[in-house]
């Protein structure tokens, strides 16, 4: 079975410094994996996407994110964070098994201290 | 590309009445939508899942009666909430899926914000 868990609920950081947001993962086989971002009342904005390319992947915004299988991790990063990062984020693993849904995580909360 | 709209954006109703709530793929043909809800500060909930033309698939423990979901093309699913009470007050987010395996992505509507009084 597949699952997504999201290390922290909520993570606080100053304006310019680097962001973490951790994402574990456990699935059987290599899977796709996402990161979405959802702005108070919006709909859910797509960061970046992991297919089995390359391991390390970057997104919009200037978020990249790596997969790492013998760690099972796929965390978010983004080296200086802007006041307009703060949002909920979203790490994502499609279910694939005989029917098809994403899995998400809890959510990460990211807010940027001026 | 692959645009999903919703509409409407906000709505308020009383309590018994019913409320639609629809959502096209703008730009490309959806062969799956989703229907989720949203509870403040959490995360999203999958209620059903839905295929043009064959009944939706609802998830455990959302009552199918309640939430009537069409989807009668493949740019256009609707959700419906009948007899609202102010405990179905939530936000609304449907998604669409082209298909096939080359991606597994949806896209994502703008959300509805339905408040029951």
Known sequence: AQS???????????????????CNYSSSYSPSLFWYVQHPNKGLQLLLKYTSAATLVKG???????????????????????????????CVVPYTSGTYKYIFGTGTRLKVLA | GAVVSQHPSRVICKS??????????????????FWYRQFPKQSLMLMATSNEGSKATYEQGVEKDKFLINHASLTLSTLTV????????????????????????????????????
């Open chain 1, 60 to 90: 919009i915004n200037g978020f990249e994110a790596e997969f790492k299988k013998s760690e099972t991790s796929f965390h978010l990063t983004k080296p200086s964070a802007h006041m307009s990062d703060a949002a909920e984020y979203f």
């Open chain 2, 16 to 33: 018994g009445t019913s409320v639609k709530i629809e959502c096209r793929s703008l730009d490309f043909q959806a062969t799956t939508m």
């Open chain 2, 82 to 117: 009948t007899s609202a009470h102010p405990e179905d007050s939530s936000f609304y987010i449907c998604s669409a899926w082209m298909g096939g395996v080359s991606s597994y992505e949806q896209y994502f509507g703008p959300g509805t914000r339905l408040t029951v009084t």
């Open chain 1, 4 to 22: 997504v868990t999201q290390l922290d609920s909520h993570v606080s950081v100053s304006e310019g410094t680097p962001v973490l947001l951790r």
